[in-house]
């Protein structure tokens, strides 16, 4: 028996090992589940955190704004497609204010303040963007790449979601969507 | 007395003009280089020094800034932690699965002290049981009189025929 126990402990390690790779791995995984619980109709209530506003001294949230439609937009100074999109919320924003429906909210992700404040002066953006800094928010919403947008109604939960670069054409839908 | 306060005056003047060379020399000088093999590309999750993409260059690109307003390298990480989060550095995190980086050494050096521990005394003990002492096994020489190992009358017939065999060559 006492010869079986030092194989054993070195069989329990390694499965040990094993087991903690594979969670590691499966940890790292893609997480799709907000669209998929979309595309079937359930949609999930949006995840919230409150975030300092990025270039005022205050914080903002989700949560917060329930009551009002959200387009939530992951953005980077960095990012080439993040530009392109820039008019197209923009537009959407003020068509929001305009009619007191709602707002678009920016989350910059894994970028600099200066950078960010650089940025959305040069695109000319009017919405507020919050700065999720260590992209703690971005993980609850799956996000990995950006840019990507949330579209949430006025109960707060995600109607329909965009991973990569949005078009008006998905504006246009969602926003009906969010509205109805 | 003048001449005195000539010398007083010469000698503030030349510490004042070493003042800030000497400001210079203490605070190191830091680099891109310096910097970026100490932190992570937040976007991609490998070391800043090896990553190439837009992102990596915008946090190379506040490294220079930071560089540039004459910032040292601790106040340049603190600054990259307070803009990208902790994850900038090049540590494993403290909850979930990144704990693990931290315990994981730990359990396999308790298990490598605990059989250190059983087996040594048993390694210790095995040569005493099979030879007399470590002397034996490189001379072949006895250790001492009470230990000696003679040779049996046919071994020691065997050995001579074998050497004057070989002599014989």
Redesign the interface.
Known sequence: MKRLIAPI?AAV?ALG?VG?LA??LM?KAEDDSIEQAVARGDFPPAPSAALPVLGADATQSVAALRGKVVVLNFW?????PCRTEAPILERAHKRLTASGAGTVLGVTY??????SLRFADQTGMSFPSVRD???KLAERYGTNRIPETFVIDRAGRVVDVFRGQIDQAFIDRALAKARA | MSRALVLVLAALAVALAAAPGAALAAAPKVDLIDVEDEVMCVDCGIPLNTAEGAQPDSMRALIRDLIAQGHTKAQIKQELVAQYGEDVLALPETEGVGITAYAIPLVLGAIVVATLVLLVPRWRRRPAAGMTSAGDEITGAPASPDSARELSEADAARLDEDLARYDGR
């Open positions: 402990l390690v090992l903690l969670y590691g940890s980077a100074s960095w990012c080439v894994n970028d600099s303040a200066p950078a800094v260590g992209t």
